[in-house]
């Protein structure tokens, strides 16, 4: 069975400053991995997906996801925090069938 | 652009009581599925549907009941609610290209349950 790791359940980071969060997964083959943000009182979004190539992946507001297999990680990263990242972002591994596994979800507070 | 809608956003109800949790999508997509959100265990699947009149369960379905009569309705009935299922719900869809399934899932902005 698959299943997501997320070790950060909270994060505060200065505006302007730069953001990793850490997601590790376990599945026994190629994994589809995606990042969702959850603003408050909202649904989730899709931030930017991984299913196979390039293991840099390019995402919607500036973000961006590295994909390393010997680690199994997908780390999400910003280089440069704004006010509206506040948010709770998701971490989720598929197995090309629809049916995605949530980690536990890490919450960025964004600090003037 | 309604995309995902659920209905209600709200609901509070007594232990033993039933309800139905609505979801629509005006997107065409084939797949649908519910999940619940509880705080610290992120999203887990209640139940899924890859199509009309095709459901299946999820990691925790126990307690839940679901149908897929057309493309654009999935509804979630609880039969009898216990205070174990207060939760946020969301719906969610998803379709595929080409036979290749997109992994991208939209989500409703998700109905509050509280039960007593």
């Known amino acids: 069975a698959q299943s997501v790791t997320q070790p950060d359940i909270h994060i505060t980071v200065s505006e302007g400053a730069s953001l990793e969060l850490r997601c590790n997964y376990s599945?026994?083959?190629?994994?589809?991995l995606f990042w969702y943000v959850q603003s408050p009182g909202q649904g989730l979004q899709l931030l930017l997906k991984?299913?196979?190539?390039?293991?840099l992946v390019q995402g919607i507001k500036g973000f961006e996801a590295e994909f390393k297999r010997s680690q199994s990680s997908f780390n999400l990263r910003k280089p440069s925090v704004h006010w509206s990242d506040a948010a709770e972002y998701f971490c989720?591994?598929?197995?090309?069938?629809?049916?995605?596994?949530f980690g536990a979800g890490t919450t960025v507070t964004v600090r003037a | 652009n309604a995309g995902v809608t659920q209905t209600p956003k709200f609901q509070v109800l007594k232990t033993g009581q039933s309800m139905t949790l609505q979801c629509a999508q005006d997107?065409?997509?084939?797949?649908m599925s519910w999940y619940r959100q509880d705080p610290g265990m992120g999203l887990r699947l209640i139940h899924y549907?890859?199509?009309?009149?095709?459901?299946d369960q999820g990691e925790v379905p126990n307690g839940y009941n679901v149908s897929r009569s057309t493309t654009e309705d999935f509804p979630l009935r609880l039969l009898s609610a216990a205070p174990s299922q207060t939760s946020v719900y969301f719906c969610?869809?998803?379709?595929?290209?080409?036979?290749?399934?997109?992994?991208?899932?939209?989500f409703g902005e998700g109905s509050r349950l509280t039960v007593l």
């Open positions: 969610a869809s998803s379709y595929s290209r080409g036979g290749v399934n997109t992994g991208e899932l939209f």
């Open positions: 599945y026994g083959a190629t994994p589809y």
């Open positions: 991984y299913f196979s190539g390039d293991t």
């Open positions: 989720a591994v598929g197995a090309g069938d629809y049916k995605l596994s």
């Open positions: 997107m065409n997509h084939e797949y």
């Open positions: 549907s890859v199509g009309a009149g095709i459901t």
